[in-house]
């Protein structure tokens, strides 16, 4: 049974840093591209970063290009979501998720949903 969980979310003052992680079992790691979303209340999911299965190509949003930066290592069988200069708009549950095929650009074939992690951006 696949299984993500996600940790790292918290309370950050605008302009602070944050690293999420998410770890995986149940699953041949390297074998799925995996994706970062985020949902704040009232708005719909948001697709933030996506990473192939090797790790050598990524997707960032153009909400957090420039500040997000997404690595995986399959050695440990988990992925990150490095967060810089946090905006009180990047208030969300933060998600994890993996793709079966190597498609990391785009928010489709994604499942396997891990239970999100909450970061909170105060201004």
């Known amino acids: 049974q696949v299984q993500l969980v996600e940790s790292g979310g918290g309370l950050v003052q605008a302009g602070g840093s944050l690293r999420l992680s998410c770890s995986a079992s149940?699953?041949?790691?390297?074998?799925?591209?995996l994706g970062w979303f985020r949902q704040a209340p009232g708005k719909e999911r948001e697709f933030v970063a996506g990473?192939?299965?090797?790790?050598?190509?990524?997707y960032v949003a153009d909400s957090v290009k420039g500040r997000f930066t997404i690595f995986r290592e399959n050695a440990k069988n988990t992925m990150y979501l490095q967060m810089n200069s946090l905006k009180p708009e990047d208030t969300a549950v933060y998600l994890c998720a993996a793709n079966p095929r190597n498609v990391y650009n785009i928010p489709v074939g994604f499942g396997s949903w891990g239970q999100g992690t909450q970061v909170t951006v105060s201004s």
């Open positions: 990473i192939s299965r090797g790790g050598g190509s990524a």
């Open positions: 149940g699953l041949t790691f390297s074998n799925y591209a």
